[in-house]
């Protein structure tokens, strides 16, 4: 079957430099602001995955030129509220909670009823988190099932800057909101719990009138509507998220080493640094750098076979939200019970990932205790698996099909996970980098 993959030997010791594709977060908002911008914007080493390419398909079917060349991507803004609304349009946002739930919120001035739709999972996800903001603003929903895609946005002449609390940590929701913003008059405030900050770093950039107060564990932001946003070119940083499954790679396979050129290391988003170093991991940020408000670094990562557990501090959730999966496989090498706490989030993801997580742990033969937003994972140093291991029915969860696959390389056992194709989502070039670090893998 081709879009299943058998994993039936551990990778061999390795010592190798490798580049991952562009950063998901920041390609799909590049998209986004470059449709909002006026005149011609371009991006190099933007990331080319399904989600992004929902997001492309979208600006284009509201009217956006998109030209894709071979080595930049050009968008030609059509100005803020530019899209072209016509009558019946629906918008396929796939597998991408981010561009579905963001565009929701440019969508805020529509004239017209527009459809968003989405793949079975993302048709499983929450949406009310975004309509309820939205419609303060003057939007308007209809759906058949109550705050999940297909969603109909009618939009309002008169959009007025609103008042919103985020308090799940939610980059999308503040995002949304924020994006809503920049198209109503008047000022929007938003008290947001910490989250990724790309799209407060790009309005920065691109000189949308933004205030961020910084406190403890809230953000203070207010954005007024710029009168004009100015076409913008942007590199795209490689993806730190997709880099995780490499870093992991590296700390679970004894003796290696690796090294991941031009890495974005947004302090939003290096919690899963922050906890693998926590567990005695040997991680190291070389060449650090600045762009455009972000940080980009190398980082360099060695084999460890002294792996500790961790009490993971809550305040880390946010930062390493997509990572936790391969976060409990470090676990399950560890010593010591490690427990990770607060993350209902994580079973709003794709797939429930807390569930799938602790289940995929369960099959390798780790003891777990899950609660409804809680995992213990009592790890075993030792662990060899020899037995044979199906992954599959996860709902294409392309970071369920990435763990199983560094699992498979690393713990052993005869693994077939389902879905190859997931990786199409956010990382094309999985498979592929690990044929480069070891060539006998097929
Ligand atoms: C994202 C935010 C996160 C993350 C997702 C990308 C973003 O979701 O899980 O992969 O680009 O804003 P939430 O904001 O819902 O936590």
């Known amino acids: ?68 060349k071979k080595n930049y991507c050009e968008i030609i803004g059509n100005g803020i509220n530019g899209f072209k609304y016509k009558k019946n349009l629906t918008l396929d946002a796939k597998n991408s909670g981010t561009f579905g739930r963001l565009m ?48 109909l946005i009618l939009g309002s002449e008169s959009t007025k800057g609103i008042r919103y609390i985020e308090n799940k940590g939610s980059a999308q929701c503040k995002s949304s909101v924020m994006l809503a913003a920049i198209n109503s008059f008047g000022t929007t405030f938003i008290k947001a719990k910490k989250s990724r900050n790309h799209s407060e770093l ?92 972000e940080k980009i670094s190398d980082i360099s990562i060695q084999g460890s076979n002294n792996l500790k557990r961790i009490n993971c501090p809550v305040k880390l959730n946010s930062k390493a939200i997509d990572e936790f999966l391969v976060i409990f496989l470090v676990a399950a090498k560890a010593k010591g019970t490690s427990y990770f706490k607060d993350l209902s989030e994580l079973d709003q993801k794709e797939s429930p ?30 662990l060899k698996i020899t037995k044979s291991i199906i992954i599959k029915n996860y709902l294409r969860d392309h970071r369920i099909f990435m763990m199983s696959t560094i699992a498979a390389l690393t713990f052993g056992g005869n693994w077939k996970i389902h879905d190859k194709d997931s990786i199409n989502t956010s990382f094309p070039s999985f498979l592929k980098i690990i044929k480069k670090i070891d060539n006998k893998f097929l």
């Open 1 to 68: 079957m081709k879009n299943l993959l058998s994993i039936n030997n551990k990778i061999n010791i390795f010592n190798k430099v490798i580049n991952v594709e562009g950063d998901k977060s920041l390609s799909i908002r590049w998209v986004l602001l470059a449709s909002q911008a006026s005149g011609k914007s371009k991006a190099y080493n933007l990331l080319m995955s399904e989600d992004v390419l929902a997001a492309i398909n979208g600006v284009k079917k509201l009217g956006i030129v998109v030209n894709t």
């Open 353 to 382: 990932r807390l569930k799938w997580g602790s289940k995929i742990l369960n099959m390798m033969g780790i003891k777990t205790k899950l609660t409804k937003d809680s995992i213990k994972i009592y790890g075993q140093p030792n």
């Open 104 to 151: 929701l919120g440019l969508l805020i001035k529509s004239s017209k009823k527009i459809k968003m739709i989405g793949d079975k999972s993302l048709s499983k996800r929450d949406f009310s988190r975004i309509t309820i903001p939205l419609e303060k603003f003057g939007a308007k929903f209809y759906y058949k099932k109550k705050n999940k895609l297909p969603i």
């Open 202 to 293: 790009l309005f920065k950039y691109l000189k949308i009138p933004i205030k961020v107060k910084k406190a403890k564990n809230y953000d203070f932001i207010n954005i007024k509507a710029p009168k004009k946003i100015k076409a913008f070119n942007y590199k795209i940083p490689g993806d730190i998220s997709s880099s995780a499954f490499f870093i992991v790679l590296t700390i679970l396979t004894k003796s290696s080493k690796l090294l991941i050129k031009d890495v974005n290391i947004n302090p939003s988003r290096i919690g899963v640094i922050t906890i693998l170093k926590k567990m005695g991991a040997k991680i190291f940020l070389k060449n650090k750098r600045n762009y455009r408000g």
